[in-house]
């Protein structure tokens, strides 16, 4: 399907951006952008206090990319924050609801796996990660670490956008295997890592590689090119938080780190207010201002 695109201007300020509009705006889905909305939306909001912006989540769902762009179709909030393009699934409901969708990329993002700082593996080829995953291999000793099971978490599938594209890229589109302990937040998650030798997860890289109590590992298409998310040396947990690991932008950017991918504003194309928000707060973060600090959140500018 041809999407239209929004137009989108390059804007070096949040202040210069035009046709922002007064009111107040709700908007949800992807997990991935929690530290956006924490930083960047309090820095718009300094700018354009009329512009009011308000996270929802559902109440009976964990949120998520595919959950918030439900919310979207059914009329909960204004635009939704997805870290998957737009399925035909989604704009066949949003036909079927008279709407018209559209995806806006507005940073690159790269998925980070992570395990207990103690755990004696410092890599995996995503062939090991989908063994791993499909419940195949199923003791660190198998991949020449210690005799230790391994606890494999993830979110669920129908909640994350994250979750969709580890399935796609890693697992080849199979299932998890059956040991595979399913957890709603990424915070719950790095707490069960940091309290079981033998965990492992994986996420964004923004909400992994600067946390104290996990490992990030290097991550290859083959064991002879194993790639490092985060910026040498490694940072010991003793040492952190005075020091953190800091996230390597030139290996998601060059694409050398193989799991990479975009992060989406979805908009309605109804030329109605809740357009006229998505599309400037799209435009806001894809100012040089908002791409700025995109980058110190350990995304990678995607302009």
Do not use: H
């Not at 960047?40 to 989540?57: A, H, M, S, V």
């Not at 104290?212 to 490092?228: D, F, M, R, V």
């Not at 938080?241 to 979805?266: A, C, S, W």
Request: net charge neutral; with cysteine.
């Amino acid at each position: 399907t041809s999407v239209p695109q929004t137009s989108t201007k390059d804007f070096k300020t949040f202040a210069e951006v035009p046709n922002v509009p007064n009111g107040l705006f709700t908007y949800g889905g992807s997990t991935t952008f929690a530290p956006i909305r924490q930083v960047i939306n309090p820095e718009i909001q300094k700018i354009f206090p009329q512009f009011q912006l308000r996270y929802f989540q559902n109440p009976s769902q964990p949120p998520g990319s595919g959950i918030g762009i439900k919310m979207l179709i059914d009329n909960q909030i204004t635009f939704a924050e997805s870290s998957r393009p737009l399925q035909e699934s989604d704009y066949q409901q949003a036909r079927q609801r008279g709407l018209n969708l559209i995806e806006i990329p507005v940073a690159i993002d790269g998925i980070v796996v992570a395990v207990n700082p103690n755990l004696n593996i410092q890599g995996l080829t995503i062939n090991e990660l989908k063994q791993i995953y499909t419940g195949k291999i199923t003791n660190w000793s198998q991949l020449g670490g210690e005799n230790i099971p391994i606890v494999a978490y993830s979110r669920t599938q129908e909640a994350g956008g994250t979750t969709e594209f580890f399935i796609t890229n890693v697992l080849g589109g199979e299932s998890f295997g059956e040991a595979v302990k399913f957890i709603s937040t990424t915070t719950e998650a790095l707490r069960a890592i940091s309290n079981n030798p033998g965990g492992i997860y994986y996420a964004s890289a923004p909400e992994v590689v600067e946390q104290c109590t996990i490992k990030p590992i290097a991550i290859g298409l083959n064991s002879g090119a194993l790639i490092q998310p985060y910026k040498n040396p490694l940072i010991p947990p003793e040492n952190c938080p005075q020091q953190r690991n800091q996230i390597d932008p030139v290996v998601f950017k060059n694409g050398e780190y193989p799991l990479t991918r975009r992060l989406f504003i979805i908009v309605k194309q109804n030329n109605q207010t809740e357009q006229q928000a998505g599309d400037a707060y799209t435009q806001l973060l894809l100012t040089s201002q908002g791409q700025d600090f995109m980058e110190k959140l350990g995304f990678i500018r995607i302009r």
